[in-house]
Each structure stands twice: as structure tokens, then as C-alpha cells.
């Protein structure tokens, strides 16, 4: 399966850099495609708030055209009680790694990534792929096309803080100018203090929303149909392993946050 990223950023002139063009294309083993569907846990008792974001969730599927799961007795998220999300503070330092291995993967320039890493301070900020990423000497194309893909993650997380009104449906790419620009603006310690992590209610209605859609891309793919709703299937991939991470789904750390379904 190929997993494609076009993206083109809106030019602008900040203090250290000023973002281009990055596309690629290339064969990438993680496709979420492929990944099968996993045996769920067929005999939940739902609690009110888990039943009734089911049903709001399904209710946008249908608006749109793509299937539901039929089983009532599983796919669900935790409910709000069971659920602690990261502290804003992660979440912060989570999108500013992740704003970096976006530009990275963009091509930009050693010296300018090296002045935003003195800056905001990155390189403590990174996960062990990440780093391990961010240090090779020659880097694959497939950690460069990851790298690209992350932007959809740190769109996520720009939501989560308040940064971005909504989660547009995700049939398409987010606008990666406009996001890296809203870092840029501020600095971090702006970022920081301006942020405000949206409530546990809010994440998790987003949370179920994207397993449902996911699930549905997988089905799909296995079943050998289109994708439906227009789905994009590796911005709802992103966004759930963002959403996972978040509200620490099994507490996974960022490398092994798994988006299953």
C-alpha cells in the first residue's frame, strides 16, 4: 500500500524560517490500512456517557455515509470516570516536538531546525523515535514521509489546547501553515501560557468519533472497497493515534500508542 503526503505550506516569514513546499511518496510498512482488525471485547456494559456518545458519533457516520459497528456490546472508549488525560503541559511540549519533526521532514535547513531546538528547547521534548530520527546521519524516506504525516497529529493537539475551533471532518489535510504559524507567533513560553486544554468531555466525544471512523477505513480496506464518507485514511490514522494518546488509551507512550479498533 502506498501512503501519500502532499502538503503545501503557506510562505511566511518568521524569525527563523520560512515554510515551502514538501511532498512525498514511497511505500510505508505502517500503513494503517493495513493493519487488521482487532478481536474486540464483546461484553461491555456501557455506562450513560460512553452510550451516549455512541450514538452521537454513529449519528455522524450515517450523515455521511459511512457504516456503523453493529455489535452493541463493544467498540467503545473508557468513560469520562476511568479516563485521566496527558496534563496540558505534555500536550504543549508534545506539539512543539512535533512541529519539529514536521519542518524537519519538510526539508528545512540544519541551522534554522538547530536555532529552534535551542529555542524551544526540542531535543527534551522528543520521543526516543523521534530523537533517533531527528540525529541520523541520513535519514529514510519513510522517517521523512512519517515526519509529514505527524502534522496531522499536531493539528489535533493545536485543537486540544484551544488553538483550532474544530476537527473538520478528515477527508483531507490540514492547512500546515497556518498551524506552524500559530507556534512561530507566539514562542514558547506564548504557546504555553495562552494554551487551554479542552475538557475530558470534548476529547473523548473526538476520541469515539475517530475509532468509529477508523474502524470503518479498515473494514474497508479489508473488504476492498473505497474508503467511505471520502474518508482520508491516514488523517483519520493520525488523528486516532493523537486521540489514543491523549487520553492514554492502555498508557501508551507517543512511539506505542496503538489504534486499535
Not at 46 to 64: F, H, L, Y
Not at 219 to 246: C, I, Q, Y
Request: overall charge negative.
Amino acid at each position: 500500500m502506498k501512503r501519500t503526503r502532499n502538503l503545501l505550506a503557506t510562505a511566511f516569514m518568521l524569525t527563523i524560517l520560512s515554510c515551502g513546499q514538501g511532498e512525498a511518496d514511497s511505500t510505508n510498512t505502517d500503513d494503517p490500512s493495513d493493519t487488521p482488525v482487532t478481536v474486540p471485547v464483546t461484553n461491555i456494559s456501557a455506562t450513560k456517557d460512553q452510550s451516549e456518545r455512541r450514538a452521537r458519533s454513529e449519528a455522524i457516520c450515517k450523515a455521511n455515509g459511512i457504516p456503523v459497528y453493529k455489535n452493541p456490546n463493544s467498540l467503545f472508549v473508557e468513560p469520562e470516570e476511568k479516563v485521566t488525560l496527558r496534563t496540558q503541559d505534555e500536550v504543549v511540549d508534545r506539539a512543539l516536538a512535533l512541529c519539529y519533526i514536521g519542518l524537519k521532514s519538510e526539508g528545512l535547513g540544519q541551522e534554522q531546525l538547530d536555532k529552534m531546538d535551542k529555542d524551544y528547547g526540542i531535543s527534551a521534548k522528543l520521543s526516543p523515535n523521534e530523537k533517533a530520527y531527528a540525529t541520523a546521519k541520513q535519514a529514510t524516506e519513510q522517517q521523512k514521509i512519517d515526519g509529514l504525516w505527524r502534522y496531522e497529529s499536531l493539528h489535533v493537539l493545536l485543537w486540544a489546547l484551544g488553538y483550532v475551533d474544530s476537527l473538520s471532518f478528515p477527508d483531507k489535510i490540514c492547512n500546515v501553515g497556518d498551524d506552524v504559524k500559530i507556534i512561530y507567533e507566539l514562542k514558547e513560553s506564548g504557546f504555553r501560557q495562552k494554551a487551554r486544554l479542552r475538557s475530558k468531555k470534548e476529547i473523548l466525544d473526538q476520541a469515539d468519533l475517530i475509532l468509529r471512523f477508523d474502524w470503518a477505513c479498515v473494514s474497508a480496506n479489508l473488504e476492498g472497497k473505497p474508503m467511505p464518507g471520502r474518508l482520508d485514511k491516514g488523517v483519520v490514522f493520525e488523528r486516532h493515534h493523537t486521540l489514543n494518546w491523549l487520553i492514554q488509551y492502555m498508557n501508551q507512550n507517543w512511539d506505542d500508542v496503538t489504534t486499535d479498533t
